[in-house]
């Protein structure tokens, strides 16, 4: 896939020891949506830590000093095409900045749709986001997470998947007996991944989510542009202009749909970086805007 090939020319930057303070199973008990395979997980032990195969969800938790907690947090989605979770580079290492800056961060270990796993495999992701949602809400309070500044962050598939979050809230597709808010507060979107229609979508994350001919309604309905309306959570967004994998017109048309539904949304976009750019960059430089637009926004305290 041609997304992986490009992470992989990318991920020799980002060699991390992961040392986590916590590791939760997302369904200790129970994974909905799921039935006996041979599919078995691998990889995360190398440069970048890609892991294919995921069966078994988990939230790895990575918190604030005491004294430089800020209350919020956020839920980290890395890339990969729906084929791959480039768990290290891109959620490990942003969780670390966070956990610097004041806020929590919980990197999501989703399942990768796979037919042989799933009785329907386009919906394991987004039941995987919301049941990680869930989780932050009611166990936050562990940590000192104020439940009002719960937010999801995405790359590339991942911010397909976190947009998604953002977007297809108000139906729960895992159990919320407590009747929890899956609403994110905020969400954050690095190079994503947007619409599933023809002439804008990434083929590959299309396809491995979706699989080979999608109906009209279900690419519609993960095209989260169309999704959007006036609840949609507030929205920080950046992508390079000349994105060979990504086309930067999927950000582009989903900041014209929060502008329009009156969605407060900050976008920036560089004219050079490629995909996965941000992985060239020291973590504290690209994320700089970021959380300067987390304090102008109100999740996190003016200094």
Not at 155 to 163: D, I, R
Not at 202 to 220: Q, T, V, W, Y
Request: proline share 6%; charged share 20%; net charge negative.
């Amino acid at each position: 896939m041609k997304i992986i090939q490009t992470y992989s020319a990318l991920l020799f930057v980002c060699v991390l020891t992961i040392s986590a303070q916590n590791v939760f199973r997302l369904y200790p008990d129970h994974i909905p949506n799921s039935k006996p395979s041979d599919v078995r997980e691998t990889g995360g032990d190398k440069p970048g830590g890609l892991i294919f195969g995921v069966t078994d969800p988990t939230l790895e938790v990575f918190l604030p000093e005491r004294e430089l907690s800020t209350g919020a947090a956020v839920i980290i989605c890395p890339g990969g095409a729906y084929g791959v979770v480039v768990y290290q580079a891109e959620g490990i290492k942003t969780a670390r900045e966070f956990a610097r800056n004041g806020v929590a961060a919980f990197v999501l270990k989703y399942r990768i749709p796979n037919d042989e796993m799933m009785p329907d495999k386009k919906m394991g992701p987004l039941q995987d986001a919301q049941q990680a949602i869930m989780w932050v809400r009611e166990n936050g309070f562990k940590w000192g997470i104020d439940t009002s500044k719960v937010g999801i962050m995405g790359f590339s598939a991942g911010g397909h998947l976190a947009s998604t979050a953002a977007t297809h809230f108000e139906r729960a597709v895992i159990e919320n007996n407590r009747h929890t808010n899956l609403r994110p507060d905020f969400q954050i979107l690095v190079y994503p991944v947007i619409s599933m229609q023809d002439s804008l979508t990434h083929a590959d994350s299309r396809k491995n989510l979706l699989g080979d001919n999608p109906s009209r309604d279900i690419i519609d309905m993960f095209s989260n542009e169309l999704q959007v309306d006036e609840n949609t959570p507030p929205a920080y967004i950046t992508h390079a202009g000349d994105d060979k994998v990504v086309d930067v017109d999927n950000s582009i048309l989903y900041y014209q749909a929060l502008r329009h539904h009156c969605v407060p949304v900050e976008m920036h976009l560089y004219p050079k970086g490629n995909h996965g750019f941000v992985l060239f960059q020291p973590t504290e430089m690209w994320m700089a805007p970021l959380f300067r637009w987390m304090k102008s926004s109100g999740w996190i305290a003016q200094n």
